[in-house]
């Protein structure tokens, strides 16, 4: 079975810098997809930014981009010019793309911004 | 723009009572879900649903709990027989086809068992 790990509970931030939340997970599968969801307060779930593992350019959304690297199974998401509406819980999640199309997320990184 | 809504936003229920959560996903999507987050854990992943059955289920979607999609509108929880421990947020996701990856998240119930 396929597992994300997040090894960040919380991560601080000063306003306008950059953070680097990490994602690692592990599967024996090659096609796949990687997500990193945003949870702010409200607990509503928001899609930042997806990343299609057989693409080889990293993904980008604005301020959000990741470090994919596939070999090492690590999935980091970088979030540039940090806004005080960043502040949330960032959810790292797989969903394979053979059989079930669940979501299998990873423990959550909290990230703090501070003004 | 087209969202999932859940009702009702919070739910308080005796042990032992039967719940059911209602979801209400994109109108053109094919595809539905249901996770749940118990307090400061993980969101974890119930069950999916596609053309009308399960297509996947997870260790704790035990028989206590099921899914309907009765009026081809709403998608539904039920849980039968509510313990402390169902006492979590709730959340639906629905995705439009095969080909699309992002599945698309209501704003969660949060149910609390008594």
């Known amino acids: 079975a396929q597992t994300v790990t997040q090894s960040q509970p919380e991560m601080s931030v000063q306003e306008a810098e950059t953070v680097t939340l990490s994602c690692t997970y592990d599967?024996?599968?090659?096609?796949?997809?990687l997500f990193w969801y945003k949870q702010p307060p409200s607990r509503q779930m928001i899609l930042v930014i997806r990343q299609e593992a057989y693409k080889q350019q990293n993904a980008t959304e604005n301020r959000f981009s990741v470090n994919f690297q596939k070999a090492a199974k690590s999935f980091s998401l970088k979030i540039s010019d940090s806004q005080l509406g960043d502040a949330a819980m960032y959810f790292c999640?797989?969903?394979?793309?053979?059989?079930?199309?669940?979501?299998?997320f990873g423990a959550g990184t909290i990230l703090r911004v501070k003004s | 723009e087209p969202e999932v809504t859940q009702t009702p936003s919070h739910q308080v229920t005796q042990m032992g009572q039967e719940v059911i959560l209602r979801c209400v996903p994109i109108s053109n999507h094919l595809y539905f879900y249901w996770y749940r987050q118990i307090l400061g854990q993980k969101v974890e992943f119930l069950v999916s649903f596609y053309n009308n059955e399960i297509s996947e289920k997870s260790e704790i979607f035990d028989d206590q709990f099921s899914v309907e999609r009765p009026d081809g509108s709403n998608f539904t929880l039920k849980i039968r027989s509510t313990k402390l421990e169902d006492s979590a947020m709730y959340f639906c996701?629905?995705?439009?086809?095969?080909?699309?990856?992002?599945?698309?998240f209501g704003p969660g119930t949060r149910l609390t068992v008594l």
């Open positions: 599967t024996s599968e090659s096609d796949y997809y």
């Open positions: 996701a629905s995705r439009p086809a095969a080909t699309y990856n992002e599945q698309f």
């Open positions: 999640a797989y969903r394979s793309n053979v059989g079930g199309n669940k979501l299998v």
